[in-house]
DNA sequence: CATGAAGTGGGACAGTCGACCCAGTCGACC
DNA sequence: GGTCGACTGGGTCGACTGTCCCACTTCATG
């Protein structure tokens, strides 16, 4: 086997084990789970990672991280408020709908930081970080519609945060794009009348 | 030991079982941990249950039929359709709040139920249920507040689930009580404008 | 009181887990 | 070409898992 520096084989690792754990969910997501996943020996995964929890924890920030990057709300085009958080909600979807494994181990993630006090606060920073991102998306799409927040922009993001957890939960049990799709546009309805128009 | 009908022992290990998987998880629901927890011997286990995935199954089934009953909107007192959804909302969330653990176990266990074929139905017809229930309080709560729905029923049903779902995830996070009662307070009023008054 | 079924205890099984060890190999540099 | 450190493969460790087994006790029934 080829020799690889210890930092590509960490990220090689870390690539692995998020497709073990979007396939199989985290309980099967072995060390011996992760190298085979990734072709590699036993042996270098302890010398990339002094333990399992060490990557896990590495897993969970690279992800979080991407994850941002992918949710993030880009360019607000014209329309009304109501659309544009449609838009936003529908990009969301697609998102969801492309890779679904992926925001099942995303929740799984989540849900394994919360059960270890020293895990925790990735959990939280997570979410921080979904709840500023909505945040800033919203306070475009006002500027952009020209329309004001009633009710203060991080209670809306937050709604939003909520309401995003909440359809993804959802979908992953029933998937049924047409009710998702109903529902998204009910709620994009109803949120984009907290806010008044200028 | 005093001698204990199989039936009784079998609801003793599901009761001890829930226990441990709110305390510690499912990953560490081991057959040794739940029969701790019952105070009973390891035989008395496999005497009960076939398998593991028996009192899994069966735990699951439970846990909704009793989650049914908690969450269930009960009488809608009088008032117009945003207080009546919003004391449905605040209902709830004392519920979360008086068991935070229990809440986060029903998450796991829907979770886990999404990874096995076998397991799946389990988990749409948990959320079916509470679709159904959504939508026969929404229901007696326009009837109540003298308001019709503008968007179907099941939809707003939905979305309130969704919603519902994101806000336990969000708060068992962050336990941010103040902001999720904010949140609360905002879904409610943007769901309430999904009727129109008659 | 005998008897057989229901229930119990403790030990054992094979398999898997995370972690580790160490002899060996490779490649860059002197 | 030799040497040193980075890297690798394979084997092994003890702990823990679900499951099973079997001798034993208890109790309702005859």
């Known amino acids: 086997m080829t020799r690889i520096p210890a930092a590509e084989r960490r990220s090689a ?31 270098s995964f302890h010398y990339a990672f002094d333990s ?16 941002q990057q992918a949710v993030i709300p880009d360019v607000v085009p014209g329309g009304d408020l109501r659309e544009i958080i449609e838009s936003g909600l529908h990009r969301y979807f697609e998102h969801l709908k492309a890779d679904p494994e992926h925001e099942q ?7 394994y930081a919360l059960r270890s006090p020293e895990r925790h606060p990735l959990a939280v920073a997570q979410y921080a970080r979904y709840a500023a991102l909505a945040e800033q998306a919203l306070e475009a799409a006002a500027t952009s519609a020209d329309a004001t927040w009633r009710v203060p922009v991080a209670t809306v ?42």
């Open 13 to 43: 690792l870390i690539e692995a084990a998020l497709r073990v754990v979007s396939r199989h969910g985290i309980a099967q997501a072995t060390t011996r789970a992760i190298v085979a996943e990734a072709g590699m020996s036993l042996a």
């Open 52 to 67: 399992r929890d060490e990557l896990i924890d590495e897993l969970i920030t690279t992800v979080v991280e991407r994850e």
């Open 105 to 111: 181990a995303m929740l799984e993630l989540t849900q």
């Open 157 to 198: 993001a937050r709604v939003l945060v909520a309401f995003t957890d909440g359809l993804t939960l959802t979908w992953l049990v029933d998937r049924d794009d047409d009710a998702a799709r109903a529902v998204a546009h009910a709620a994009a309805d109803a949120v984009s009348r907290m806010a008044d128009a200028r």
